[in-house]
């Protein structure tokens, strides 16, 4: 079974600092790797993805992310954060198999706090 | 373009009792999911809809049921209402072949006493 393990619940960083969230999952087959942003009181909305291909992925609003096979790992990061980062981040993994393409295996997501 | 919309946004239920909740998918997208958020924890998925019919399902009881019209809008079903069930139901659309790309709505958030 497919599981996504998100290694810290929350992440506090002064405004302009580089961060990273970490992310894990462990599949015994391909995977489509996702992350989305939850701000408060607001649906998911993806950042970015990976499907195949380059493993350095580039999202919107400055984030990006690397899949790591050899590690299984999906860390997101962004060089320089604004206040308006502030929200969970959640890490998912899909295998895209059996006509569920939409059934993403999600993370207890990290809180991202950026202080002024 | 109007996105994913939900409705209620907030409603109270008590124990035993059955809620529907409602999905207006994003134009033009023709599959569409509903998630399960309980507080402080990462959506879990409960089924998903591809041209009204069932194609994919969570490790949820039967008495979660939904349905897709043809105009793509879709319910969720929840018969003898646990206190578990409290949480945040998002619903999320996204075109053919968008393999994982949602787009969610603001969800429902359902409270069972």
């Known amino acids: 079974a497919q599981s996504v393990t998100q290694l810290d619940s929350q992440v506090p960083v002064f405004e302009e600092a580089p961060v990273e969230l970490r992310c894990n999952y462990s599949s015994s087959v391909s995977v489509y790797l996702f992350w989305y942003v939850q701000y408060p009181n607001q649906g998911l909305q993806l950042l970015l993805k990976y499907l195949s291909g380059s493993t350095l992925v580039k999202g919107i609003n400055g984030f990006e992310a690397e899949f790591n096979k050899s590690q299984t790992s999906f860390h997101l990061r962004k060089p320089s954060v604004h206040i308006s980062d502030t929200a969970e981040y959640f890490c998912?993994?899909?295998?895209?198999?059996?006509?569920?393409?939409?059934?993403?295996?999600f993370g207890t997501g990290t809180l991202l706090a950026v202080q002024p | 373009e109007t996105g994913v919309t939900q409705s209620p946004t907030h409603l109270i239920k008590t124990r035993g009792q059955q809620v529907t909740l409602r999905c207006s998918s994003q134009s033009g997208h023709n599959t569409v999911s509903w998630y399960q958020q309980a507080l402080g924890q990462g959506p879990q998925f409960i089924f998903q809809y591809y041209r009204e019919e069932e194609n994919g399902r969570g490790n949820f009881p039967p008495r979660f049921s939904g349905l897709q019209f043809p105009n793509y809008s879709s319910e969720l079903n929840v018969n003898a209402l646990e206190l578990d069930d409290s949480a945040l139901y998002l619903c999320a659309s996204s075109p053919q072949g968008a393999t994982g790309e949602l787009f969610f709505g603001e969800g429902s958030r359902l409270t069972v006493l």
């Open positions: 998912a993994v899909s295998d895209g198999y059996g006509g569920a393409t939409n059934k993403l295996i």
